[in-house]
């Protein structure tokens, strides 16, 4: 069955570290990749998607994640955080079956 | 700016009661979704809508209904509420293109006693 992993449950960081969240997908064919972040009381919203072309795919805010497709992995990175970074990111993918899945969840805690 | 609303921010009920969350969305899109939103969960699809009186059941559709009679207002219902129903709900919306990013409500914290 199709899945998506975030191994990192809670990542607690101080500030100007750098972060890489790691997500991983179970699924063979074509995907197109998403990861969206909530910040504390807000909604949900997109941070950065990859449909195609180059695999580094830059967002909002300075990040930036990797599609690599040997490894199955779509990880969010981020060269220096700030203390306006701690939120929760979710890692999404759709397949070409128009199937969405949602990774557990990463919460990002960054010491001031 | 798209904008999805939500009825209610919370919402406490007591097992064996119908409930009704409602969603509206003002960006004219196809697609509604209602997922539940758990702790080291993520989010699961509950059910989706990609048109008016269309709908397609998600991971965990067990437990709940979805009403979509208007393009803008999708329903989520629960029949009998029941405490592990206790969540939180989030709607969204994209367009036709289910590769389109989604657009979320601010959610629903439903607790069931």
């Known amino acids: 069955a199709q899945s998506v992993s975030q191994h990192n449950h809670h990542v607690i960081l101080s500030e100007a570290a750098s972060l890489e969240l790691g997500c991983n997908y179970s699924?063979?064919?074509?995907?197109?990749l998403f990861w969206y972040v909530q910040y504390p009381g807000q909604h949900l919203q997109l941070l950065l998607k990859?449909?195609?072309?180059?695999?580094l795919v830059k967002g909002i805010k300075g990040f930036e994640a990797e599609f690599i497709k040997s490894k199955f992995s779509f990880n969010l990175r981020k060269p220096s955080v700030q203390w306006s970074d701690t939120a929760e990111y979710f890692c999404a993918v759709i397949s070409s079956a128009s199937k969405i899945i949602f990774g557990s969840g990463t919460r990002l805690s960054i010491r001031p | 700016d798209v904008k999805v609303t939500q009825s209610s921010r919370y919402l406490v009920k007591r097992t064996g009661e119908k409930v009704f969350l409602e969603c509206v969305q003002d960006?004219?899109?196809?697609?509604m979704f209602w997922y539940r939103q758990d702790p080291g969960l993520g989010l699961r699809l509950i059910y989706f809508?990609?048109?008016?009186?269309?709908?397609e059941k998600g991971d965990i559709p067990e437990g709940y209904s979805v009403s979509r009679e208007k393009k803008e207002r999708f329903s989520l219902i629960l029949e009998s509420a029941s405490t592990n129903q206790t969540s939180m709900y989030l709607c969204a919306s994209s367009l036709r293109d289910i590769s389109y990013e989604q657009y979320f409500g601010p959610g629903t914290r439903l607790t069931v006693t």
């Open positions: 699924y063979g064919g074509t995907v197109n």
């Open positions: 990859y449909f195609s072309g180059d695999p």
């Open positions: 809508s990609y048109d008016v009186k269309m709908k």
């Open positions: 960006m004219d899109h196809e697609n």
